[in-house]
Each structure stands twice: as structure tokens, then as C-alpha cells.
């Protein structure tokens, strides 16, 4: 009789376990208005060496722009080392961008229009051992590197004083990519020099995010839409939609950004949008001619561009399903879906998290994602398994998505993590989103004494 009362006593208790299992469902509603997301966007340019007050930088924030475009004019020093006031005032650059809540795409140049001196071959070797140091110690800050250092406006064309080749071309990048961490990437303004350099190979999935130089090697037009040759980034080895297939296919995983300088009927909404899938572009000149944004205001297509530039995450939906396994340790099941509505998925490494605030604590869970391989167009489902600390048992927690950079020192700094684009989801004091406000997390069981 005592065998068959504890068989009872145990058939409900597992039926109350079975009972405790329940869906928290939460749908999310979409939001269009546009967002000071890092990363990516519209950007500013600056002379990176002149930046003495913060506040125009502050300003761009209220424009939603997250980026500057840092020149650093090296023309005083064609023939010579950098000096030490030099390289304080790029080091003063960084300290200000960082101030701001924003990050840089850094250029060195020696000249401004053709025809004029630049530097040696070693002269720009010696240069970029000097910038290493900052580039490293600053590369939180650092959204990529352009390759830089030939030509007019670093556009790596009418070298003056040096030899136009393919092996020189080569010695400057891989000399630039040993100079800054092997996280970050450097981009060139024609693609003709990656497949010169790399020997026509293109970048493989397999070969994504590695330390190979091919996947670190990325593109800025800095004559977008200009004309069927885009002011000549595009050679005649290609025709102009091959080349964009080209290079669409390497930025899955590095970035492209661009430049308009004029108008044409290549930038025209419908164009200026399937160009700028197909290269999944991260960034854009904030700049543009008054006839453009005019014209892409009439269209009405500002606005999504503007929202589609770089990555554009929207949560879907979120389920949390409790469970208690046989050693009585309580967990839920997390499924959250979202999309990327964006040009581009983010380049540079970007950890995902779970966030469980209960109790006056938070507890912090990795998420086994990279926001990377977020791609546009597919849907992304996030599968974890929650466990809940006991100090949570019986309240009710606050869930959380968060997004913060890979930094140490911006990890805590709301201004750059990824803000997702719902409404009623965002903590601008956490830089987190908000899954769901109230999780039911049920109580210990009861133990029941059966003797």
C-alpha cells in the first residue's frame, strides 16, 4: 500500500512538473524612424588631425549619424618621419571620436589633386610602422582602415612618386593589415586591386572572418553612381553588373561603403537601391550633393536608404518555455525571431547576450551567435536554453537582447550597442532590448515527504 502511494505521490508531482511547462509568447510591432545605430549609416568627413572641439561631433548624434570619415593630411611629411605633435593630434582625433559615441573610416594622404608630390614607397612603409601603435591602442574606435597613402585623397592612383605596380600595391596593403588588429579590415577604392593582388581568387564562405588577408580586405567607391565606369573603379576586365556580382559576393563578409559626387540617371531611387543590395552597403556620405538628396527625396527613397544602411535588425517574436529537469533545476527554452531588413550584416565582431534582471541582480548568458552571419534576406532564429539562477525562483524577471560592441572599453557604452527597430524596446540607459518586461519564473517545487 505505502509502494502504491508513492507511485501516486509521484505520478502528480510529474504531472505538475509537465503543468509548470508554459509558452510566454511576445510579438513585436516593427519601427520605420531612423536610428543613431554604430557601425553604420551616413557619415561626416573631418581633417582627423583638426578635430579640436567635440561638438560638431556631438552634433552629428542628433542626426542620427555615427560615423566620420577621418582624412589625415601627411603632407608635410613626403620626405620625412611623422613627428611626435603629429601623431598626438591623430591620437587627439580618436580621443575625440570616442567622446562622441562614434567611429572612424581613417585615411592618410600626402596630396590633393593630381600632379602633386606624394610619398615614397618607403616613406609610406615607415609611416605605417609609426601609426601601428595608435592604430592598435585606438582600434575600438576604428571602423576600417582605407588603404590610403597614393594618389590624391589616398585613391590609390597618380602615384607621383612611386612605381604603379602590382607588387608595390601589395607591399602597402599587407604593411597596413600587420598595422592594425586582425580584427578590423582595411578597404580599397577599386576593386581591380584586391583581384590584381590576391590573383583573381574571391573570398569563400570558408574563409570569412578568418585572419586570411583576402577576408580582410574590403571597398569604398568613392565615386558611386557616377557613370557606367563609376569614374573608372570599374575596368573594362569586367563589365559593370559583373563586377558588382563580383564584389557582392566577398561583402556578405567585408564591408563596402560609398561615395556619390554628382548626380546621373545611375542614381536614381530604383538603381541607387538594387546597387546598393547587391554590394550590401554599410556606409554612405552624409555630404551628398543638394540635387541628390533632393532627388532621392522626391523619389522617396531617403528616408530607406538612410534606415537600410549597414545592418537593420527587427525582433519578430520571442517565446520562453520553462523547464524543470530531474534534478529540479528550472531553465526555459528560448526561441527569438528576427529579421535583417539592411543593405549588409555587421563586419567587426559583435558579441550577442541574453540579459536576466531579477532580484536587483542581472545575470548575463553568451549567446552561441555571431551577428555577422546575420545576413539580409534570411531568417535568423536564436535557439538557447536559459538556466535560472535560484535567487530568481518565484519572481518575475525583466529578459533582455543585448548587443554591445567587442570592445573591453565600449562594451558598457550604450552609444555602441545595436538597437533593434521596435517600438517599446529599447533601454537607451543599458543599451539593451527589452524581450520581454514581466517572465513568469515559477517557484522550488515543494518537496513532498512520501514515508
Known amino acids: 500500500m505505502a509502494i502504491h502511494k508513492r507511485r501516486v505521490l509521484g505520478m502528480m508531482l510529474m504531472g505538475l512538473a509537465a503543468c509548470a511547462a508554459a509558452d510566454q509568447k511576445v510579438l513585436f510591432e516593427e519601427m520605420h524612424e531612423r536610428l543613431a545605430n554604430p557601425e553604420r549609416g551616413f557619415y561626416q568627413s573631418f581633417v582627423f588631425t583638426e578635430i579640436a572641439d567635440i561638438r560638431p561631433l556631438e552634433d552629428l548624434r542628433d542626426e542620427y549619424v555615427t560615423l566620420i570619415y577621418g582624412k589625415i593630411p601627411a603632407n608635410d611629411f613626403r620626405d620625412k618621419d611623422l613627428s611626435r605633435e603629429f601623431l598626438n593630434k591623430i591620437e587627439w582625433g580618436f580621443y575625440r571620436t570616442r567622446q562622441a559615441g562614434l567611429k572612424v573610416i581613417l585615411c592618410v594622404s600626402y596630396s590633393d589633386k593630381i600632379g602633386d608630390p ?9 609611416h605605417i610602422d609609426q601609426l601601428k601603435p595608435l592604430l592598435h591602442e585606438n582600434a575600438d574606435v576604428l571602423l576600417a582602415a582605407e588603404a590610403g597613402f597614393i594618389g590624391p585623397d589616398g585613391q590609390w592612383r597618380h602615384w607621383q612618386n612611386g612605381e604603379e605596380t602590382t607588387d608595390n600595391y601589395k607591399r602597402i596593403l599587407m604593411r597596413l593589415l600587420g598595422a592594425i588588429p586582425q580584427d578590423r579590415m582595411v578597404v580599397l577604392a577599386r576593386p581591380q586591386y584586391k583581384r590584381d593582388i590576391f590573383l583573381a581568387r574571391t573570398l569563400t564562405d570558408k574563409q570569412a572572418f578568418s585572419d586570411a588577408p583576402i577576408a580582410r580586405v574590403g571597398y569604398y567607391n568613392k565615386t558611386f553612381l557616377s557613370g557606367p565606369d563609376d569614374g573608372g573603379v570599374y575596368t573594362d576586365q569586367m563589365p559593370r553588373w559583373a563586377w558588382i556580382d563580383h564584389i557582392g559576393a566577398e561583402t556578405r563578409f567585408v564591408p563596402f561603403g560609398a561615395r556619390v559626387i554628382r548626380r546621373d540617371v545611375l542614381n536614381d ?43 537593420c535588425f527587427v525582433l519578430r517574436s520571442m517565446t520562453a518555455t520553462d523547464n524543470i529537469s530531474p534534478d529540479d533545476t528550472l531553465s526555459f527554452d528560448i526561441q527569438i525571431r528576427l529579421d535583417n531588413v539592411g543593405f549588409a550584416a555587421p563586419f567587426n565582431p559583435r558579441p550577442a547576450q541574453l540579459l536576466l534582471r531579477c532580484g536587483g541582480r542581472v545575470y548575463t548568458q553568451p549567446l552561441d551567435e555571431d551577428p ?80
Not at 118 to 126: E, G, V
Not at 288 to 301: M, T
Open 269 to 311: 531611387c530604383h538603381n541607387t537601391f538594387d546597387e546598393m543590395e547587391r554590394l550590401h552597403c554599410s556606409w554612405l556620405n552624409w555630404d551628398c550633393p543638394a540635387d541628390i538628396r533632393r532627388h532621392w527625396q522626391k523619389g522617396g527613397c531617403l528616408d530607406s536608404i538612410e534606415r537600410r544602411l549597414g545592418y
Open 118 to 126: 606624394d610619398a615614397s614607397l618607403d616613406t609610406i612603409l615607415r
Open 372 to 451: 555577422r552571419l546575420w545576413l539580409p534576406g534570411k531568417p535568423i532564429v536564436i535557439q538557447t536554453n536559459l538556466k535560472i539562477p535560484d535567487e530568481c525562483l518565484g519572481r518575475t524577471g525583466r529578459l533582455e537582447l543585448c548587443l554591445p560592441d567587442a570592445a573591453h572599453s565600449l562594451q558598457d557604452n550604450p552609444r555602441y550597442a545595436i538597437r533593434c527597430a521596435n517600438t517599446n524596446v529599447w533601454d537607451e540607459t543599458t543599451g539593451s532590448n527589452i524581450l520581454i518586461r514581466q517572465l513568469e519564473i515559477p517557484g522550488p517545487r515543494v518537496q513532498i515527504n512520501t514515508k
